[in-house]
């Protein structure tokens, strides 16, 4: 194929810490294939901070401005043949590139609380967007092709009919870390990463630590509210849940790596980062059994009824029983897991956007 000039919109790339959309995007950055040309579209320079260096880069607009359905525009000045974006948002009205768009999970029209983040206007706009099928299909459709980054994402996208564009799956994954070392200390701990959204559950998780008994603790990583601090600790014994309230990569992956495992309750998730982390170091998982989980953690974790409490603490007590081949059979299941292969798929999406957009026009 000819080397294309290709768009790549960094511009949910958080500035200090990354959530998991501005993670797979720099992971995907970082290892795009040196067979075309690449542009990032940011709109803070202080995004390439978290971006490799060398690359040809141009500002936009955020992408909560309120032209963002006319973005296009914009692009069309760069000169480029195509752009792809990790999110379904970015708007395609009047493009004169091939665009593909990336739909992560199918959460919100579950679970329609919107991000705590979000200003009150983009709140109520993300809730009506999420009360019918109709608009995802109108922004999917108007794409060339379309990004998921699971299976089970994939299918749920077949189910409901969401789009007419081919859709290829580019898994998340994991920046590389050190493992835990053979015959370290396993603690009594669970970890806990995410955030505090009530589909993620956390409360399950605190309330199955006094079924485990007095030793064990819970280790939350991420921010936590005042509200949030004090209702999971009324559910656990005093001391019991260690919150860390937003810890650095350092910290995380040490507590990682002495933990008997992580520990996710959620009812529903489009993928599982922190599933990855952990299994990449040698940390086995517990987990709700819901299908994303399953695909990710494979043989390798153990499984549980998220609305059950007791479940969680049988689960911890089987993954106990043969925790050094969980914890073996972890690294090999989060080797399927490589940056290098999601943003090869990820090219692979753009050059058939590309072949697809030039056979529409010639005829």
């Given at each position: 194929m000819t080397r294309l000039r290709i768009g790549i919109d960094c511009r949910y790339v958080r500035i200090g810490r990354h959530d998991g959309i501005s993670r797979f995007t720099a992971g995907v950055v970082a290892h795009l294939p040196?067979?075309?040309d690449y542009t990032l579209l940011v709109h803070d320079e202080r995004q390439l901070e978290s971006l490799p260096e060398g690359l040809a880069w141009e500002l936009l607009p955020a992408p909560t401005d309120a032209g963002e359905p006319l973005v296009a525009r914009r692009v069309n000045r760069f000169g480029l043949d195509a752009v792809f974006s990790p999110m379904q948002t970015m708007g395609s009205r009047g493009r004169g590139y091939a665009l593909v768009l990336t739909l992560h999970d199918l959460i919100y029209?579950?679970?329609?609380?919107?991000?705590r983040e979000f200003s009150w206007p983009l709140r109520?706009?993300?809730?009506a967007f999420h009360l019918s099928w109709a608009p995802q299909r109108l922004l999917l459709n108007g794409a060339d092709g379309v990004v998921t980054v699971s299976e089970t994402t994939a299918g749920l996208i077949a189910e409901h009919r969401?789009?007419?564009r081919p859709v290829t799956v580019a898994y998340n994954a994991a920046?590389?870390?050190e493992r835990r070392a053979d015959g370290s200390v396993r603690e009594k701990t669970l970890v806990y990463m995410g955030s505090f959204m009530p589909y993620k559950n956390v409360d399950t998780l605190a309330a199955a630590l006094p079924l485990l008994g007095a030793d064990w603790t819970l280790h939350c990583m991420s921010r936590v509210s005042d509200a949030d601090r004090a209702r999971l600790s009324r559910l656990a014994p005093a001391g019991a849940i260690v919150f860390h309230d937003g810890a650095t990569d350092d910290e995380y992956l040490s507590v990682l790596r002495s933990a008997t495992a992580l520990a996710t309750a959620s009812y529903?998730?489009?993928?599982?980062?922190?599933?990855?982390?952990?299994m990449g170091v040698g940390t086995p998982v517990v987990a709700s059994d819901i299908p994303i989980f399953r695909e990710i953690g494979g043989d390798a974790a153990e499984y549980?009824?998220?609305s059950s409490p007791s479940a969680v603490a049988a689960a911890v007590r089987r993954l106990e029983a043969r925790w050094d081949s969980a914890s073996q059979d972890s690294v090999v299941q989060a080797a399927r897991f490589r940056w290098d292969d999601s943003a090869e798929q990820v090219v692979r999406a753009v050059e058939r956007a590309v072949a697809d957009r030039g056979a529409r026009a010639r005829r």
């Open positions: 040196d067979r075309h029209y579950r679970n329609r609380t919107p991000p109520l706009g993300w809730r969401l789009t007419k920046d590389p870390a529903d998730e489009g993928f599982g980062i922190p599933i990855v982390e952990a549980f009824d998220p």
